[in-house]
């Protein structure tokens, strides 16, 4: 039996290091550059997530992709190696240090971090 157990949790620590490590960064910016916000999530990846996702508090956030005026709103997209991702948290959603970022990949968490734990980047 203990044996089992340890083979178990070995195979949990294998499994683990095999998701992308993912980076976390808060950045606050002036309300000119950004007046229907009030945080920016910055998801940084050294490896591929195919279907990159980010929850606040339970709700998908969107992020601004290249494309038209003022960008293209989405909330499933393509996180390459050393890319960044930068997610709005709207003013309307309380900012909490004991609300959750959880960070997916299609349905896989691949981080789950409470908003006060993210370091923030002070411009």
Request: hydrophobic share 35%; glycine share 10%.
């Given at each position: 039996m203990a044996t089992a157990l340890f083979l178990g949790v070995g195979l949990y620590y294998q499994m683990r290091e095999r998701l992308p490590k993912v980076y976390l960064e808060q950045v606050e910016e002036p309300p000119p550059l950004r007046p229907d916000g009030t945080r920016i999530i910055r998801v940084r990846s050294g490896s591929l997530i195919e279907k990159c996702r980010l929850f606040y508090a339970g709700q998908e956030m969107v992020t601004l992709l290249p494309g038209g005026p003022g960008g293209r709103a989405v909330r499933v997209t393509t996180l390459f190696p050393g890319a960044v991702l930068n997610y709005r948290i709207p003013q309307a959603l309380s900012l909490r240090d004991d609300n959750y970022v959880e960070v997916k990949?299609?349905?896989?968490?691949?981080?789950?971090?409470k908003l006060g734990n993210i370091h923030m980047d002070s411009r």
């Amino acid at each position: 039996m203990a044996t089992a157990l340890f083979l178990g949790v070995g195979l949990y620590y294998q499994m683990r290091e095999r998701l992308p490590k993912v980076y976390l960064e808060q950045v606050e910016e002036p309300p000119p550059l950004r007046p229907d916000g009030t945080r920016i999530i910055r998801v940084r990846s050294g490896s591929l997530i195919e279907k990159c996702r980010l929850f606040y508090a339970g709700q998908e956030m969107v992020t601004l992709l290249p494309g038209g005026p003022g960008g293209r709103a989405v909330r499933v997209t393509t996180l390459f190696p050393g890319a960044v991702l930068n997610y709005r948290i709207p003013q309307a959603l309380s900012l909490r240090d004991d609300n959750y970022v959880e960070v997916k990949d299609g349905n896989k968490t691949l981080r789950k971090e409470k908003l006060g734990n993210i370091h923030m980047d002070s411009r």
